[in-house]
């Protein structure tokens, strides 16, 4: 699978969101305020899978259309991934 920029820069602004959970840790920040910001990091680590697992299914089901194939092997394998992750 190709990942694009997108999905990439999902992960990168997800990472920032991590990296400022870690110092908000580090200074001693309000639980509140840090649950808040795991959350919203968890959030986006939900969407982002979402992304990824769409955009793979869409081109396993294209290439299986094309070539004739079933497609329901591929679009259980999707929805296992997304019921696994969360």
């Known amino acids: ?6 999905m990439k820069n999902r992960v990168k602004r997800i990472e ?3 990296k400022a959970i870690l110092r908000m ?8 305020d840090l649950v808040v910001q ?3 990091a968890r959030n986006a680590l939900d969407r982002t899978i979402g992304v990824v697992v ?5 081109h396993c089901v294209r290439e299986q259309i094309e070539n ?9 394998e999707a929805v296992n991934l997304l019921v696994k992750s969360r």
């Not at 840790?25 to 509140?32: H, I, L, R, S, T």
């Not at 769409?54 to 869409?58: I, R």
């Not at 004739?68 to 259980?76: F, H, L, R």
């Open 68 to 76: 004739g194939e079933d497609t329901e092997k591929s679009i259980q």
């Open 16 to 18: 920032g969101q991590v």
């Open 1 to 6: 699978m190709e990942y694009t920029d997108q």
């Open 25 to 32: 840790m580090e200074e001693g920040k309000d639980c509140k």
């Open 54 to 58: 769409s955009t793979n299914l869409e």
């Open 38 to 40: 795991l959350s919203a």
